[in-house]
């Protein structure tokens, strides 16, 4: 699981998931801290929940019938005021259905922009099971979508702060200030704490 590298311990962790946007994302803010993410593709059924954890921990415990590694899963979702929350853990669905374009027309008379896109980690330790990590980050849905990075709903969000949405920033930017990289980095800082020789 560990084993030295030029840069300290290096620590081989698997990532549960088959979307091509966050692997990317996950492997690239691996290397910044000394972990190898492996992507692993496993069928798994994702329950509908209203929380993103209890979506996240129900994957990780399905995966980890089969997996007795070390791994995580994320689950993420985008929450815009003015709907209340909505899509939040429904965002996939809402993603391949009404998708970015829908978003905006549902917002086309809202004056209250503000959104916050929510990362929940489950990590399944050999030893020590299941650990929950959560990120998260405030911004804004732009009047129309912008850029071509990144993935989902990418080119509609506008981290607070920023006038760029992530779309239209590199993967390296969006990783500096995103959801995701805040759960990331909150499981690297446990892994290095737990895993200490
Ligand atoms: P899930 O975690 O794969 O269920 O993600 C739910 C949906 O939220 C994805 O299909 C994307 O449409 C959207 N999503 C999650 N994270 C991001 C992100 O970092 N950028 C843009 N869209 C995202």
């Known amino acids: 699981m560990l084993r030295k590298g030029e840069c300290g311990e290096i620590f081989k962790v698997f990532l549960v998931s088959r979307n091509e946007g966050k692997i990317r994302e996950f492997i690239d803010l691996g290397l910044k801290e000394c972990v190898e993410v492996v992507p692993v593709s ?24 089969y997996l007795k590694e070390l791994f995580f899963v994320e689950d993420a979702g985008l929450y815009i005021t003015s709907l209340k929350g909505f899509p939040g853990p429904f965002s996939s669905y809402v993603y391949k259905t009404i998708g970015v374009d829908g978003i905006l027309k549902l917002l086309s008379s809202s004056s209250d922009r503000t959104a916050i896109f929510k990362s929940v980690i489950v990590l399944h330790c050999p030893r020590q099971g299941f650990r929950v990590f959560e990120g998260s980050v405030r911004g804004s849905i732009s009047l129309e979508a912008r850029g071509l990075s990144g993935f989902g709903f990418d080119p509609i969000f506008i981290p607070e702060g920023h006038t760029k949405t992530f779309a239209e920033m590199s993967l390296e930017v969006k990783n500096s200030l995103s959801h995701r990289s805040k759960a990331f980095r909150a499981m690297v800082s446990w892994l290095k704490t737990a895993y200490k020789s």
């Not at 496993?42 to 019938?65: F, G, R």
Request: net charge negative; proline share 0%; no cysteine.
């Open 42 to 65: 496993l069928d798994k059924v994702e329950i509908q929940s209203e929380d993103l954890t209890s979506i996240a921990l129900y994957s990780a415990v399905q995966a980890s019938l």
